[in-house]
């Protein structure tokens, strides 16, 4: 996903062919293919049978949680700089960018039983 959105933030100069914006999400969209559904197995299968509805449903509640709370905080952004430019467009993928590296350094905590 952050190799995805390092290729999608070289579109911010508009001499850059908009092709690179289609690969740049395509690379990103299938690191989200990967990663969604892993997880949820991951989660399971680490879980003790007892605690496996419990670990799912909080699991949809973080994502659904982060990702209105991450929309909500990014949008204000985006209205607190109006006109927006190409800086302000670049420093939002950067920072997802930045988010998905964050969690791939972090990925290797994860040990399966």
Known sequence: MASGLAVTALLVPPSVPIVVGFVGWAVTGLG????????????????????????????????????????????????????PTAATYLAGLILAGGLALLGFLTAGRVRVR
């Open 32 to 83: 989200i293919g990967l990663v969604y559904p892993s997880l949820s197995t991951l989660t399971l299968e680490l879980s003790d049978p007892a605690e496996q509805g419990r670990n799912s449903s909080s699991l949809q509640l973080a994502d659904s949680i982060f990702s209105a709370s991450a929309l909500a905080v990014g949008g204000a952004l985006l209205a607190l700089a109006v006109p």
